[in-house]
């Protein structure tokens, strides 16, 4: 049995075990059979970290600190069949900072979806799509990260990976 979900489980609850989830019934898009249970559970949590734009600082780059919170919201959704699909999405709210060099302002915005599929006890599929952006002086994007990763498993158990490079580009 693979033990993925176990721990993104348990590090999503790690990293909000300060926060205040809001449990509730949820509709989705997804197709779910008769006798299936469906809940959402919206946690904020307090981040900071340092980022490198590259094209800062007349193109020479500076480390940008920024601060603010997370929303993530996590969908899961069961059938009646036993399968489970996790679909979170993350994105920045009032995440702001300073170029440590320059002082300039900068502000993150951006979305990060997560997707699983698990039947039987074992992931069956999981994606990863992030898109992160610092807004910069005057407004113009000053960096633009976006990556997707899929994953699945077929049914000798065996991994494919897939997906697209990192891509990190000014502007």
Same mark, same amino acid.
């Given at each position: 049995m693979r033990s993925v979900p176990a721990v993104l489980a348990a590090l999503l609850l790690a990293a909000c075990a300060d926060a205040d989830p809001i449990v509730a019934p949820v509709s989705t898009d997804l197709p779910v059979a008769h006798n299936s249970a469906n809940a959402s559970i919206s946690t904020?949590?307090?981040?900071?970290?340092l980022s490198f734009v590259p094209c800062a600082n007349g193109g020479v780059g500076e480390l940008v600190q920024v601060a603010g919170?997370? #929303?993530?919201?996590? #969908?899961?959704?069961?059938?009646?069949?036993?399968?489970?699909?996790?679909i979170s999405h993350v994105n920045p709210q009032r995440i702001t900072g300073s170029g440590l060099s320059t002082g300039d302002g900068y502000i993150g915005n951006g979305v990060t979806k997560i997707?699983?599929?698990?039947?039987?006890?074992?992931?069956?599929?999981?994606?990863?799509?992030?898109?992160f952006l610092l807004i910069g002086p005057g407004g113009a994007v000053s960096l633009r990260v976006h990556q997707v990763i899929s994953v699945a498993f077929d049914a000798s158990g065996r991994v494919h990976v897939g997906g697209g490079p990192l891509h990190i580009a000014c502007g």
């Open positions: 904020v949590i307090d981040v900071s970290l919170s997370l #929303h993530i919201m996590t #969908h899961f959704s069961t059938r009646a069949s036993g399968g489970l699909t996790f997707v699983q599929t698990v039947a039987d006890g074992d992931i069956k599929t999981s994606s990863f799509v992030n898109n």
